[in-house]
């Protein structure tokens, strides 16, 4: 493998020179979580999904998802809903923030209570819709931003229409699709099936970046080969190892990946904590019911699941990760946890 095979990606006027995304996620892919990746080698990133009608509405929660943390480039805004004009709107406001390279609309959020009133995956059941969204998002943004779509293959087994929503999407002039290779249905459960990536890039002109199924950081370089998609967007093998990006780069110049010291790993979910930190130092004293720093604490727990959770002192931190604690107290337990040593040996990251 060599960074030849691997191309930058043009979406529209962007370029993106390493193609290989941090997927967003709710509750995890902060500012704070998508600076450190970017920070660690990944190509690009993408905000929460954040609700074009909360936008609209002013809702202060709502913009909260729009924050950054230094500066985060290439950084896609993603937003989700079924009314074109409203989409458009926040589109349009998103745009005039100068913040962010690209629009996002997503059109493959899995989740009952998104889906079932027609948002996210719930667009696939509605192509001509989501055309006309993608079409009044790209008249509102009016070249300032490209926009593209991240969506799925359909909205379950039985009705795998992916081609139809890809060529609708396309035609309105998005600029980039991001491809998940499962149906809403299944969330993320079973197989991603990339034999349909491959058809819809093989179907589509503009790029597509396959998403689902990628793992070790050798699939990333698997899936190029086997579906010839342009980029490739990674989801939940990051979370608690931003270092997995890392990887995919000395992959690709065929070196050896590095497992990262235990300092190395206290070094960066400190950092992680502090930028927590500075976030929420932004928000009102209104939005804080337990203040700044025990908040941030309260936001890293499902990280530090994921940071510690090989370590045999694990057990005795996530005893008390109810609690809220001062950021003393807890970098002082994930200390004692790095400490206690691994459960076993990493797995080398080409595995």
């Known amino acids: ?29 902060d500012g704070a979580f998508r600076s450190l990746c970017l920070e660690h080698g ?18 202060l929660r709502t913009s909260r998802y729009l924050e950054t943390w230094g500066e ?7 937003i989700y ?20 390279d690209f629009i996002d609309i997503n059109a493959g959020c899995p989740m009952p209570k998104i889906r079932n009133r027609g948002d996210g995956a719930g667009l696939m059941r509605d192509p001509t819709k989501m055309a006309d969204i993608t079409r009044q998002v790209k008249a509102a943004v009016a070249g300032r931003l490209p926009v593209t779509v991240k969506t799925r293959l359909g909205w379950c087994p039985d009705t795998l229409n992916v081609l ?30 990339w034999d349909w990536i491959a058809e819809a890039k093989r179907a589509r002109k503009i790029p597509v970046i396959g998403n689902g199924g990628v793992k070790a950081p050798a699939d990333v370089f698997r899936m190029l080969a086997e579906t010839g ?24 110049a065929a070196r050896e990946p590095l497992v990262p010291s235990i300092e190395e790993r206290r070094t960066v979910i400190h950092e992680h904590l502090r930028r927590e ?12 019911k337990h203040g700044a720093e025990r908040t941030a604490c309260l936001i890293i727990r499902p990280h530090l699941v994921r940071y510690l959770r090989a370590f045999r002192g694990f057990g005795d931190l996530a005893r008390t990760l109810e609690e809220r604690q001062d950021a003393a107290t807890l970098l002082a337990r994930v200390d004692q946890v790095l400490a206690s040593g691994l459960k076993t040996a990493p797995s080398p990251a080409s595995s």
Do not use: K
């Not at 493998?1 to 709710?26: C, S, Y």
């Not at 985060?72 to 993603?78: D, L, N, Y």
């Not at 342009?230 to 992959?251: E, S, T």
């Open 42 to 59: 990944c190509g690009a990133v993408v905000t929460e999904m954040v609700s074009a009608q909360g936008l609209m509405r002013n809702h």
């Open 81 to 100: 809903g079924s009314d074109p004009a409203v989409m458009a709107a926040a589109a349009d406001l998103i745009a005039a923030m100068g913040r962010f």
């Open 1 to 29: 493998m060599n960074q030849g095979m691997w191309r930058p990606l043009q979406i529209g006027p962007l370029r993106v020179e390493w193609p290989v995304f941090l997927a967003p996620m709710a509750g995890y892919t």
């Open 277 to 288: 930190m500075d976030l929420m130092a932004r928000r009102e004293g209104r939005e804080l």
């Open 72 to 78: 985060e480039h290439p950084i896609g805004a993603q």
């Open 164 to 193: 139809e929503t890809t060529a609708g999407v396309e035609e309105a002039g998005a600029e980039a699709i991001f491809l998940h290779g499962r149906v809403a249905s299944v969330r993320h459960s079973g197989p991603a099936h």
């Open 229 to 252: 998609v342009d980029g490739v967007m990674v989801g939940r093998a990051p979370l608690g190892n931003p270092w997995w990006f890392r990887d995919v780069r000395d992959l690709a």
